[in-house]
């Protein structure tokens, strides 16, 4: 008896009961979606947030003094961090989070928190591209001679509120803040250039900041202490050394922070939801396995004196045998094939509702409270997790089968047509 006959005979047992065979089908079509669907969406999901983050400063360090520490950012400990020796740069900043802006006649108050205006950085502006990897400057230039200069964002250039003013190359922006010790302070900058739309970055987002030197930042805020400091260490194998030894320098009065931290607690986090979904994954498979090897033995049941008709005319027992574990086994294909379709489509609503993701220190120009990142999730379908799990639902099929066809096989020509 030949393969294609064993096919013929076996794919017309599974048309005779259409019902039986669909459910059963379904049932093993979970597996394989589930299986696809979840570690092909977690791999995309991981891929794209770490590379996200990477793409914010992986090799950037932020520090912040902790409550009641006594610790402040002054030029002596810029100094000590410079000195470290895995440290590329050190940029402290000044931000300044309650101020009034004049531009072209209007007149725009700042506030903590506030959504959908300015935030006022104090920096040096060389370290820009450092800070924000890929930052490119649009118009004009990112830095200049003069104390009383500004770079700013592409949405403070174009802003989305009607009620903001465009703002040009040349253009005068006069900021008036209040120091910690009540005094009013007010200087007058001159836009120097203006960058490229980056989106959110590690700290906040660069396209609605205006960006000013450190002498402007300590003249409008009447400090020598800074805010908070940017460490950027040479590379992100670095940056674990980088911290150990700000913490050695400063102790615990210092919280450290860094995208690779998140990277790596992203990493080891999507790991486990894996193995988590995976494990579902093969649940499902044991209620597969279970449903194709019952739905078998009752075809056995209903077929045994077809059994004895075929040995009576020549059907030999690996003949029995082979139709059986023919018909689990293209259960568990066709289930297998139907199961990755599902699970491939499955894989692009899988982590939708996580597309945004929260950062913290981004929401403010402090550095604290939160901020939206946005992710592109593409799940990571590569023809190795089709393949795995389409072996997956045949062998299973195909182990089902074992016990049922076998006892099929078994029964002699006299046994199976005497059976009522």
């Known amino acids: 008896m030949k ?59 932020q520090l912040m003094p902790m409550p009641r520490s006594g610790i402040e950012f002054t030029d002596k400990i810029i100094q000590k961090m410079s000195r470290i020796e895995d440290v590329a740069a050190v940029a402290p900043i000044y931000s300044i989070s309650m101020a009034i802006v004049k531009i072209k006649g209007k007149t725009i108050e700042l506030t903590p928190g506030g959504e959908g205006t300015y935030r006022i950085i104090a920096v040096d502006l060389d370290l820009l591209d450092k800070i924000f990897q890929g930052l490119e400057i649009q118009e ?11 770079v ?9 509120r009607s009620d903001l003013p465009e703002v040009n190359i040349g253009d005068l922006i006069t900021i008036e803040a209040t120091t910690g010790r009540g005094e009013t302070r007010m200087i007058t900058v001159k836009v120097v250039g203006i960058l490229k739309q980056y989106g959110q970055g590690l700290l906040f987002n660069p396209d609605m ?36 030894e700000i913490t050695n320098i400063l102790g615990g009065g210092v919280r450290t922070f860094s ?52 040995k009576a005319i020549g ?38 509702p996580f597309s945004n993701i929260m950062m913290p220190g981004g929401g403010r120009p402090s550095g604290g409270g939160q901020a939206a990142l946005a992710l592109q999730i593409t799940p990571k379908i590569t023809l190795d997790l ?35």
Not at 32 to 40: G, M, N
Not at 140 to 150: D, K, L, P, Q
Not at 219 to 243: F, M, P
Not at 399 to 406: E, R
Request: glycine share 10%.
């Open 3 to 61: 393969l294609p006959d064993i096919l013929y005979l076996a794919f017309a047992a599974l048309k005779s009961r259409k019902l039986r065979t669909s459910l059963t089908i379904l049932g093993m079509v979970i597996g394989p979606a589930l299986y696809v669907a979840a570690i092909a969406s977690t791999q995309g999901f991981g891929e794209v947030l770490t590379g996200r983050l990477q793409s914010l400063g992986a090799n950037v360090v």
């Open 386 to 420: 089709l393949g795995t799990a389409l072996a997956m639902a045949v062998a299973i099929g195909l182990l089902a089968g074992i016990i049922p066809a076998w006892r099929a096989a078994k029964y002699t020509p006299l046994e199976a047509l005497r059976y009522e």
């Open 259 to 310: 995208p690779q931290q998140m990277v790596q607690t992203i990493q080891q986090t999507i790991g486990q939801f894996s193995m988590f979904l995976g494990s579902m994954a093969f649940m499902s498979f044991i209620v597969a396995f279970l449903a194709i090897m019952t739905t078998m033995f009752t075809s056995v049941t209903e077929r045994i004196r077809e059994i004895g008709i075929l």
């Open 140 to 150: 004009g230039e990112s830095s200049g001679a003069g104390r009383y200069i500004a």
């Open 209 to 244: 900041t205006i960006f000013i030197p450190l002498k402007a930042g300590s003249k409008l805020t009447g400090t020598s202490t800074y805010s908070q400091v940017l460490v950027i260490a040479k590379d992100t194998e670095y940056v674990e050394n980088v911290q150990r």
């Open 152 to 160: 700013i964002g592409s949405k403070v250039a174009k802003p989305d």
């Open 315 to 352: 059907f030999k027992t690996r003949h029995i045998l082979g139709i059986f574990l023919t018909e689990a086994t293209l259960i568990g294909l066709i289930g297998g094939i139907i199961g990755i379709v599902v699970g491939s489509i499955g894989g692009y609503f899988f982590f939708t």
